[in-house]
């Protein structure tokens, strides 16, 4: 008789040992108290993923631990969030009902994930708008908290399965878990298929991330050897089968054990008779079922690889006798498998290639029975499922709804990213008028939520693509409150991105458009235009009060408590930025205030803003403690609410991973950008916050081009991108002496940002600085030719400085501490360049003048990196100019601030200085007594930037005989290079 399926694993001994480590690293890291390991199994489909998890099972129950499995399900684009854990949740309610009821006892959000609580029920509409926002931080604690209690009684394994068809926010849900330590020992497996992940696949560039994380490995199940298929066959045939037919099917299965069982079951590979095509190969097995069994299958195949019992009986339109004769005869060929009430295939292959081979109409017809069956109440199911039913069915206006109502279900559990899903297949079917108008959807109104579940989930660029699109789409003689209320949300999502549009006047252009009175679309139309006048012209501050006092009256009339505690957040935020001193100090205790109504109003939005206005403006000042502070509340609420890359949240992690750069707690930056490395997020949010990470690893000196190139893409996207990983790239090359780069990476940054931002943008500086900085270091290596045009190009950058100077001094005044740093600093590199080039060799007391001024105003700002970085470029100019004593002085310091943020990198060319090892006094060399005729005559042609070969051509004699003498030159004047050689020469007078 030959088997089904082998109770033996064969050809698996080495990566079961792999699998099972992981149970001795969750006792060991709980014990430790660090992060546990979790593991990512892979693998072609039918490559034993399925087998290697019931062997692990097996293994983690013998040894006393509690195993929890959660599956996901291919809806399609009708995906369910957080299926998985609901699945589990589902598991422990029947096992632990008193676990379940205490964990939910402190944290409620719990009952969100509760299987009774995710089905449809007819005819319910009691949902809020209050209930749609409910904040999945909530849910990831609560699922955290659940695993940990169950843990307490014996170590916990958690599951799960097929994670190639999960939904964002059950990707999500892995990534905190993966991030988040257990006092207990719980260990994670989560498998996946390798070869359904294609290039745009969201898993694909979720699991590079997630295998950064320390505690999280990889597990890949390949083929099976040829010798392990033949030991599979001999388990699955023990009567045996003829070596032709044992060849075919290693050659035909290519390693695949599912493929293997397939090919014995079929007993059609002796003769060769394996069809070609795989769906044929499965299939074969449908042909030993009776005709109701067969059907059975198919109406189950409609379903996915999951459908409860009555579900399916609701469907399949044939007696309870006949369903259960079906069920049966398919449950003991080995077709499908019985769980607690519910019915899977026992390979999802077997399933797909069922419902492949209905005929379109059958298809149809079958995805109308379970429409009928959800819609009715006859059968328990998702919003999401009767979406996807309804979709495949062509009962396009049920799909309308249904999908909307998905959306609703997924933004009250905290899925932003699939709730935009299911609104935007809506608006998709809602490009027919006629359903529009049949329906009597409120269209303007499903795209501005559509447009807020993108912007929640940190994509605003396409909530913008999305809300242009749908006004584009507006035919003349649509309603003007329609176009009103798409103008205000356009207005809001140009606010939060790069565009050479203005938002000002569309904002303008919304109001103009809302209707007049009592209306809650006038309130948030005043609201937003005042919020957007307030930030793009600073010039109209009073007419932007005066919009936002309307809006908030018309708010309180209306009741609109959240609406109106936003308000007041923006008025007082727009008040604390116009003044200073100790008016300032009161508008900000204002600002507090307006935080502490807005966490009373329950009103999210108003206080993160808030917590972020107050960072902005202690960031401002200057007052890095307060503003670490502020921005550190902001990002934990984001955090708590499940929404990292939410504005605001992702906003206060950037600024907050710069605030820590400057202050030299450079492993603060690593830890902030570490945290969300296990988190899928959108390019632009984690592209804003990758270029701290990448300047403190420059520093450090690993090798980050490559990382930094990939995020030029984002530059015309986000300008926050393109500021600071230009600033990398331009740090980069300096380092490394390559003038040239630097110079281009400076330009083209500046025709990016000068198209959306203007040309006198203020980071300008900044960056005009950096490049004189990098043309400054590769004058060592220059020709004479090449001196002078990097000369003229340091002219044109310091021209560029100044003139943003200008143009933010009468734009906005005087500028802040910062400001006035770079400002420094970019006088003082501009000069560095034009003594190192020998353009002001006169100009030594305004050189060192100007260094001085860059220094003080660097311990002024605090900024650590950039005191190194000017330390270290004033000990060689004070070195070179003779001051020793203060050179030393300044090159200390420089060494012990590398010191702390472990960046040689950044004093490398100290160390090449003589006597610049730790503990050596550097000497002042007067070496011009000791130098021969012979090196005084080179010495003076290498001043003038000649090179080997030409001073060879010139005195003729070799080139290697000018090298030998240089290099006595260098060493008798203790120069480290020819430029400062030179710079020597002229200090002592031993030029001619």
């Keep these: 008789m030959v088997a089904h399926s082998s109770l033996t694993m064969v050809g698996r001994d080495t990566e079961l040992a792999e699998a099972i480590a992981v149970l001795d690293d969750a ?79 402190v944290h409620p959000a719990l009952a969100r994930l509760q299987p009774g609580r995710r089905t449809r029920v007819v005819g319910d509409d009691s949902a809020d708008e209050h209930s749609r926002g409910a904040d999945r931080g909530d849910t990831f604690v609560a699922v955290h908290a659940l ?20 939904d964002q926010s059950t990707r999500d849900m892995l990534g905190f878990l993966f991030t988040r330590a257990f006092a207990r020992p719980v260990a994670i497996v989560a498998s996946y298929r390798s070869d359904d992940l294609h290039r745009r696949h969201p898993l694909r560039r979720q699991v590079a991330e997630w295998t950064r994380l320390p505690q999280v490995g990889r597990l890949a199940l390949g083929p099976l050897p040829a010798e392990a298929v033949r030991a599979l066959v001999g388990e699955l045939a023990p009567a045996g089968l003829d070596e032709r037919s044992i060849a075919r099917i290693v050659e035909r299965a290519e390693g695949n054990a599912f493929f ?204 913008g693509h999305l809300v242009a699109t749908q006004l584009a789409q507006l035919p003349p003689d649509a309603p003007a409150i329609a176009r009103s209320r798409l103008l205000v949300s356009l207005a809001e999502v140009l606010a939060m991105t790069e565009t050479e549009l203005d938002p000002v006047e569309i904002s303008a252009e919304a109001l103009a458009l809302a209707p007049e009175g009592e209306s809650p679309l006038r309130a948030k139309a005043l609201a937003a235009h005042a919020r957007i006048l307030g930030a793009y012209r600073r010039d109209q501050q009073d007419e932007a009060e005066a919009y936002l006092t309307e809006a908030l009256a018309l708010a309180e009339r209306l009741a609109l408590p959240e609406l109106a505690s936003d308000i007041v957040t923006t008025l007082s935020g727009l008040r604390v930025q116009t003044v200073a001193g100790s008016e300032q100090d009161t508008l900000r205790r204002a600002l507090e205030s307006s935080v502490d109504s807005a966490v009373r109003a329950g009103a999210f939005q108003a206080e993160i803003r808030g917590r972020w206005l107050l960072g902005r403006s202690y960031q401002d000042s200057g007052d890095w403690e307060q503003a670490a502070r502020w921005f550190r509340s902001a990002m934990a609420l984001g955090e708590q609410a499940g929404l990292v890359w939410a504005p605001f ?36 949010p984690r592209g804003i916050i990758e270029p701290a990470r990448l300047s403190v690893l420059a520093a450090r000196g690993e090798d980050v081009l490559d990382r930094l190139l990939a995020l030029r893409p984002l530059w015309e996207d986000e300008g926050g991108v393109a500021v600071y990983s230009s600033g990398a790239e331009i ?52 020709s004479a030719v090449e001196r002078r045009a990097l000369v003229t190009r340091a002219d044109r950058l310091l021209a560029d400085g100044e003139a943003v100077l200008a143009a933010i001094c009468e734009r906005s005044g005087p500028w802040g501490p910062e400001g006035r740093m770079w400002s420094d600093r970019l006088v003082a590199e501009h000069l560095r360049v034009r003594w190192l080039g020998g353009a002001d060799e006169s100009r030594r007391d ?75 006094a550097a000497t002042s060399h007067s070496g011009g007594a000791s130098l021969t005729a012979r090196e005084l005559e080179i010495l003076a042609l290498v001043a003038e930037g000649r090179s080997n070969g030409e001073i060879g051509k010139q005195l003729f004699i070799s080139t290697k005989t000018v090298s030998v003498h240089v290099s006595n030159i260098l060493g008798k004047l203790g120069a480290s290079g020819r430029t400062e050689a030179a710079a020597i020469a002229r200090r002592d007078d031993l030029l001619p």
């Design 27 to 105: 006792v060991s890291a709980a014990e430790a108290g660090t992060s546990r390991r979790a593991v990512l199994l892979s693998g072609d489909a039918g490559v034993g993923k399925t087998r290697l998890l019931r062997a692990l099972r097996d293994r983690a129950l013998d040894t006393g631990w509690q195993v929890l499995a959660g599956h996901c399900l291919d809806f399609g684009d009708s995906a369910l969030p957080y299926l998985p854990f609901s699945e589990v949740l589902g598991r422990l309610d029947a096992s632990h009902p008193e676990l379940i009821e205490a964990v939910a006892a």
């Design 846 to 920: 305004e050189l060192l003048a100007a260094w001085q001024a860059a220094l003080d105003s660097t311990v002024k700002v605090g900024n650590v990196p950039e005191l190194l970085r000017v330390r270290a470029a004033y000990a060689q100019l004070l070195r070179l100019t003779g001051d020793t004593a203060r050179a030393r002085d300044e090159a200390e310091q420089a060494r012990a601030l590398a010191d702390h943020l472990r960046a040689p990198l950044l004093v490398a060319d100290l160390a090449t200085e003589p006597g610049g090892g730790r503990g050596a």
């Design 260 to 463: 293997v069982e397939e090919l014995v079951a079929s007993g059609a590979c002796a003769e060769g008779e394996v069809p070609g095509d795989l769906a044929d190969l499965l299939l074969v097995r449908l042909d030993r079922l009776s005709e109701e069994a067969r059907h059975v299958v198919r109406v189950a195949s409609v379903a996915g690889r999951r459908v409860s019992h009555d579900l399916l009986a609701a469907t399949a339109d044939v007696p309870v006798d006949q369903l259960d004769s079906g069920i049966r005869q398919a449950v003991e060929m080995n077709v499908v498998e019985v769980g607690s009430h519910l019915y899977s295939f026992r390979h999802a292959l077997l399933g797909e290639a069922v419902y492949d081979d209905l005929l379109p109409g059958e298809r149809v017809r079958l995805h109308a029975r379970y429409v009928a069956a959800l819609s009715s109440g006859a059968a328990r199911g998702t919003s999401a499922e009767l979406a996807r039913h309804a979709r495949r069915a062509n009962d396009l206006d049920r799909a309308v709804t249904a999908s909307i109502e998905a959306g609703d279900e997924a933004m009250a559990v905290g899925g932003p990213d699939e709730a935009a899903d299911h609104y935007q297949q809506a608006l998709e079917l809602l490009e027919d008028p006629e359903r529009v108008a049949r329906l009597e959807v409120d269209h303007a109104k499903l795209v501005v939520r559509a447009a807020n579940a993108l912007i929640t989930g940190g994509n605003a660029v396409r909530a």
């Design 649 to 684: 949240s992702i906003e206060s992690r950037w600024q907050l991973t710069r605030i820590s750069y400057l202050l030299g707690d450079w492993d603060d930056v690593l830890a902030l950008v570490e945290h969300v490395d296990g988190l899928s997020g959108p390019p632009i």
């Design 731 to 782: 740090e980069l090359h300096g380092d490394r002496a390559d003038a040239t780069a630097a110079i281009a990476v400076y330009d083209d940054v500046v025709e990016v940002l000068g198209r959306i931002w203007g040309e006198f943008f203020g980071g300008r500086i900044r960056l005009a600085a950096a490049t004189l900085a990098a043309i400054a270091r590769a004058m060592a290596r220059a």
């Design 147 to 166: 695993l940990e209690a169950a843990a307490t009684e014996a170590p916990v394994l958690l599951v799960v399965e097929d994670l190639h068809w999960a």
